[in-house]
T-cell receptor, first 111, second 114 residues
Framework: EDKVVQSPLSLVVHEGDTVTLNCSYE??????LLWYKQEKKAPTFLFML????IEKKSGRLSSILDKKELFSILNITATQTGDSAVYLC???????????FGGGTRLMVKP | KAGVTQTPRYLIKTRGQQVTLSCSPI?????VSWYQQTPGQGLQFLFE???????NKGNFPGRFSGRQFSNSRSEMNVSTLELGDSALYLC?????????????FGPGTRLLVL
């Protein structure tokens, strides 16, 4: 059974801080790892990672995957209050577009 | 391109009733997946349909069922509703090929069972 564990469970930082969110996984036939941001609505897509060591970047957010150690990190630099959300990590295996989600990391950015 | 749409957005039902939720995927996407989100269990996979066939199924009782039509629109049905079925039901659409494109989520249907 596929398993995804995220840490920390929650995080409170101040605007301008840098945060690192962690995701470790166990999956039988790994295909991809995805990061989503969820505010009070549906998850919105951030990154999809399939290869080790290649950093994906979008503005102040970046993410990298380590397929040997089975983990990924999501970095947010110069945090803003608008970054406050739950960040979800999910893995996809070869069986199809079925995602196994971690429990999420709740990030609160204070002004 | 229009995003994933779900109807209705909110529903209130009573125990024992049944409910049907609808999802229209992004144009050109052939895979539709359904998830249940609750505060206690997080996001849990219900089932996935690809080209009108159920390709994957999660660990939910048989009261939860779904189908997909030839235009890729999907419906899920929950029969004999229980209080514990109160949740946000999310639909996600994708191209259908793992690792090629992400799944994009619709706004969800919030179901309250009284």
């Amino acid at each position: 059974e596929d398993k995804v564990v995220q840490s920390p469970l929650s995080l409170v930082v101040h605007e301008g801080d840098t945060v690192t969110l962690n995701c470790s996984y166990e999956v039988t036939n790994f295909r991809s790892l995805l990061w989503y941001k969820q505010e009070k609505k549906a998850p919105t897509f951030l990154f999809m990672l399939t290869s080790s060591g290649i950093e994906k970047k979008s503005g102040r957010l970046s993410s990298i995957l380590d397929k040997k150690e089975l983990f990924s990190i999501l970095n947010i630099t110069a945090t803003q209050t608008g970054d406050s959300a739950v960040y979800l990590c999910a893995v996809e295996d070869n069986a199809g577009n079925m995602l196994t989600f971690g429990g999420g990391t709740r990030l609160m950015v204070k002004p | 391109k229009a995003g994933v749409t779900q109807t209705p957005r909110y529903l209130i039902k009573t125990r024992g009733q049944q409910v049907t939720l609808s999802c229209s995927p992004i144009s050109g996407h052939r895979s539709v997946s359904w998830y249940q989100q609750t505060p206690g269990q997080g996001l849990q996979f219900l089932f996935e349909y690809f080209s009108e066939t159920q390709r994957n199924k999660g660990n939910f009782p048989g009261r939860f069922s779904g189908r997909q039509f030839s235009n890729s629109r999907s419906e899920m049905n929950v029969s004999t509703l229980e209080l514990g079925d109160s949740a946000l039901y999310l639909c996600a659409s994708s191209s259908g090929w793992p690792g090629t494109q992400p799944s994009y989520f619709g706004p969800g249907t919030r179901l309250l069972v009284l």
